[in-house]
């Protein structure tokens, strides 16, 4: 049974710092690409950032770039996500998606809320 469990979240004042986590389980987790996606109140999941299976290739949407860092941990089935420099407009539920031979997963979310 894949399962895909975050955590890390919180509430964080402005311009600090949060360390996601994604524990993934029930696959090689070195055969997929990961990926954190957020969704905020009234807003579509959008993704933030994405790692190739290798942690090669990363990629990142312009809102965040130098902000938040992604990277892996392919022995202990893990994905990270270091938000750094946080503003309020980061706040939403930030998701972990597994994409294996064409096949997604996701994990259940993490509330990442940004304020005074």
């Known amino acids: 049974q894949v399962q895909l469990v975050e955590s890390g979240g919180g509430l964080v004042q402005p311009g600090g710092s949060l360390r996601l986590s994604c524990i993934a389980s029930?696959?090689?987790?070195?055969?997929?690409?990961m990926s954190w996606y957020c969704q905020a109140p009234g807003k579509e999941r959008a993704l933030v950032a994405a790692?190739?299976?290798?942690?090669?290739?990363?990629s990142y949407v312009d809102s965040v770039k130098g902000r938040f860092t992604i990277s892996r941990d392919n022995a202990k089935n893990t994905v990270y996500l270091q938000m750094n420099s946080l503003k309020p407009e980061d706040t939403a539920v930030y998701y972990c998606?597994?994409?294996?031979?064409?096949?997604?997963?996701w994990g259940q979310g993490t509330q990442v809320t940004v304020s005074l």
């Open positions: 998606k597994a994409l294996r031979y064409g096949i997604v997963h």
């Open positions: 029930g696959f090689t987790f070195s055969t997929a690409d």
């Open positions: 790692i190739s299976s290798t942690g090669r290739s990363t």
